[in-house]
């Protein structure tokens, strides 16, 4: 049985939200107004999902970024993640966009790259 993960991303100024099947991207949106989190993510959710031809019941576990990032954005994001694992009791999982940055770079470049830092311009 593939794992299927829901991941939101809040921490950036366009609200992102992604479904990912045993580790592979199968769809990704991003919001089309900067500041626009609340408004957009439910929205992206349900594109998203549609998409892939999944459901909330059959997503096995929500991700959500934990920033660094706007702090109302961070919130959104959480709030929304949590409301989904309550209703639909999925479990929760939170990833640092920092990490994540760095993984990215070693998928790119390779592992062995000594001395990798990820900066993130502040107030960006």
């Known amino acids: 049985m593939p794992t299927r993960i829901l991941h939101l991303d809040c921490s950036s100024p366009l609200a992102q939200v992604m479904l990912a099947v045993d580790g592979q991207v199968q769809s990704q949106r991003f919001g089309k107004t900067e500041r626009d989190h609340a408004g957009s993510l439910p929205f992206l959710v349900d594109e998203v999902l549609a998409e892939s031809g999944c459901s909330l019941e059959t997503v096995d576990a929500i991700s959500v970024c934990s ?47 000594p001395n990798r830092l990820a900066i993130l311009p502040a107030r960006a």
Request: contains cysteine.
């Open 67 to 113: 920033g660094p990032g706007s702090y109302t954005g961070l919130r959104i994001a959480l709030a929304a993640a949590k409301g989904y694992c309550y209703a639909w009791d999925k479990p929760l999982i939170m990833h640092n966009r920092l990490t994540l940055m760095l993984a990215e770079l070693d998928e790119t470049v390779g592992a062995d790259v």
